[in-house]
Each structure stands twice: as structure tokens, then as C-alpha cells.
């Protein structure tokens, strides 16, 4: 038996945002991230909205990108002082992806991080509070998603949390929040969503149900990403919908192992972070020519869906190509050591970051199976830019 789930309602288009009015609570807790909210004037918005809902406010602000463990305890404490029953998350998909992990220590304290990095192992929520969610940006679709990604920096890696417990009840899909996303974060942010929807369509657990979402997210992407970078808005609109179509998509499909690299690389070398969506970016061709040899119909799918022709093997190459243009043309690396990630560092620790991408909970569902050893290779393609031969 398979499962579909989504949030009981999404709000989208001009002015969603005023749907905060209609909530029926007393308490609500608001979890951002920076600063940008507050000053685009949104997060006034979003107080003044929930006010005249009749609730007591209070905010939770400042949570870093990539989340750590840290914060997200420190939320949960304030959380259990304040006793909201709403959470309300509002920005990228770190202060969302934080508040949902908060919201699981908030209602069970006792409970531990280390329980949760099992799949689908939460406990039962919605005992003390509801969540909603509001983004900021066009990739993660969290506000959609039963996954948070949460950072052990001790340990610099990256932990994908996943359970339909956590995904939110509502989500409010405002265009005007994505009308201020600098150029770099739309580039990020949108290849991230455009990976979300290829490993979704591709992946072992594909459904009938997954499967339009995914291909009308891809089409989106191919025709609205490149102008959204370059500053058209309402490019800027269908992609903040795109985004979200790849998250009902991927969050019942599950991913694969562009993800796993991603997840195990992005805090993992002392020479930078590197973005997630920009990560995706540039290991996502090297890993369909890896998955090809056993998913080379789905991705010539996916190929023709875009007005790609050809034979499968043909579809699937031009498909690469799109991407590598894609990548260009956004000014994304091609990759890790044009990134700028130190050969030497790398060399080090490509074994143990290779067996961590393994353990990784999208491999399980990624279409081509994978063992450390052949990990570490592919890893050696996307450090110096080579050719998938295996």
C-alpha cells in the first residue's frame, strides 16, 4: 500500500497572504529567518494578519540557513514557554524546515534528534499546535513537503528528516515574497526544483499520482526558470507555483541520489559552504548519465515532455545538455573544483562523504543502486568535470 498526502489546504496567488485573518486560535508563534521578511515588510503583514485573527503573537527570529540542531532546540524551548497552537514559518526553506523539527520537540520533549533521522519513525502531532507555511523562495516547496533538512555541524552533515507528520496543514504560495529573491538564490532555488521533479519522475516509488505533478513542474521550469533569473515577474510568479508542484511531486515520491551528494557535501568542506540548490545543480547531470543505464525511458520522458526528440539515449543526453545550458547561463559552476573546493580536502574525505551519501535516506529510492565504492567515483566525475563511464 502506497500513500499520497498533502496539506489539508494551499493558498496561492495575489495577496494569499491575507488568508491569515481567517485562522480560528489563540496563540501563534512566527519562525523566520534573517531579516529579509521583516524588511520587505511581510513579516508586519503576517503579525497584523494574525492579530486580527484574534491571536497573541509571538516571533521566533533569526534562524540561520542550513538550520542547525541547536536552533532548532532553542525554538522548541520557546515554544513550550509560549504554548502556541498555531507555528506559523515564513522565508526560505530554513526557518521552514527548522520550525517543522521545532514543532516535534515542542510537543515531545523527551524526545531525541537521533530518533527522528529514521524515515517516517515521528510521533503523532498535532496534539498541541497546527502548522502553516509561507515561502519566500522558488526550490524546496517544504511548505508543501513531509521532509526538513536539519545541519549537524558537529558532525557537518546534513540530515534529511521525513515523516507526513510534518507536513504542514496549510500553505499560503504568495508570488509577491518571491518578487524579492536576489538572481543567485532564483538560480539555486529553481535548479533545486527542477531536480526535485526529475528524481521524483525517475525514482522507485513513481505513482500515477506523482507523475503529472512532476512532468508540468519540469515543463514550468524549462520555460520560466532562465527569464525569472533575468528579472521577469511574472516568470517569477509560475515559478514560485512550478516549485510547489515539484514538492507534491517529490514528497510522495521520494528523491534519489543527486540529494544524498547534496545533503553529505554542503557543509562538508572548510573552503565553503555550498548551497543546496546549487549543489543539485551541478552533480544533477552527472547523475542522470549514472542512472540512465537503468531509468533511460523516464528521463527521455522527461526530455520529450520539453519538446526534447530522439532516440532514449539521444533525449537523455539533449536533456543533460539543457541542464549544463541551464547552469550557464545562471553562472553556476560546472564542477566541485571550478566551485573552488580544494583538491587535497577533497581527496581526504571523498570516502567517508561517499559512504555518508549512501546512508542517505533519498538512496533508497534512487532508480539505480549504488555501493560507496561506485559513490566515490561518481563523486571523482563531479570533482574534475569527467565523463559517467560506468
Known sequence: MMRFTLPRDLYYGKDALEVLKTLKGKKAMVVVGGGSMKRFGFLDKVEAYLKEAGMEVQLFEGVEPDPS???VMKGAAAMREFEPDWIVAMGGGSPIDAAKAMWVFYEYPDCTFEQLITPFSFPELRQKAKF???????????EVTAFSVITDYAKGIKYPLADFNITPDIAVVDPALAETMPPKLVAYTGMDALTHAIEAY???L????????????IQMVNKYLVDSYNGNMGAREQMHYAQCLAGQAFSNALLGIV???AHKTGAAFSTGHIAHGCANAMYLPYVIKYNAKVAEARYADIARSIGIDGTDAECV???RSRIDSFNKQMNIPKSLKEFGINEDEFKEKVAEISKNAVADACTGSNPREITPEVMEKLFNCVYYGTEVDF
Open 69 to 71: 540542531v541547536e536552533t
Open 132 to 142: 502553516l507555511a509561507i515561502p519566500s523562495t522558488s526550490g524546496t516547496a517544504t
Open 202 to 204: 525517475v525514482s522507485t
Open 206 to 217: 513513481n505513482s500515477p499520482f506523482t507523475d503529472p505533478l512532476a512532468i508540468k513542474a
Open 259 to 261: 540529494h544524498s551528494m
Open 317 to 319: 543526453e539533449t536533456l
